[in-house]
């Protein structure tokens, strides 16, 4: 005698999450085609490191503060362009 396969299906669908992934846009610097490399420089920026001294003497940093006036300006990494009118 056979066993009874067991009837009905058993598994049970995991349901996953909807993954949303923001598609964004690559910036491509459009003088030389570089994407990969890009730098920033902040103007008029005010730093604001707190030290406390070790025993040893050194300087250890504990708090940072940051005053940014701007502009920011953004470039290329590859022409140096001045790429500040891509990065919204
Ligand atoms: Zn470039």
Same mark, same amino acid.
């Given at each position: 005698?056979?066993?009874?396969?067991? +009837?009905?299906? +058993?598994?049970?669908?995991k349901v996953k999450k909807p993954l949303y992934f923001s598609i964004k846009e690559k910036l491509i610097c459009p003088y030389c085609g570089n994407r990969d490399e890009f730098y920033e420089i902040i103007e008029n920026a005010t730093f604001l490191i707190h030290y406390l001294q070790t025993d040893e003497g050194t300087l250890e940093p504990v708090e940072e503060e940051a005053e940014l006036m701007g502009p920011i300006r953004f470039y290329c990494g590859s022409c140096n362009s001045d790429l500040s009118f891509l990065k919204k």
């Open positions: 005698m056979k066993k009874a396969l067991p +009837t009905g299906r +058993t598994h049970k669908v």
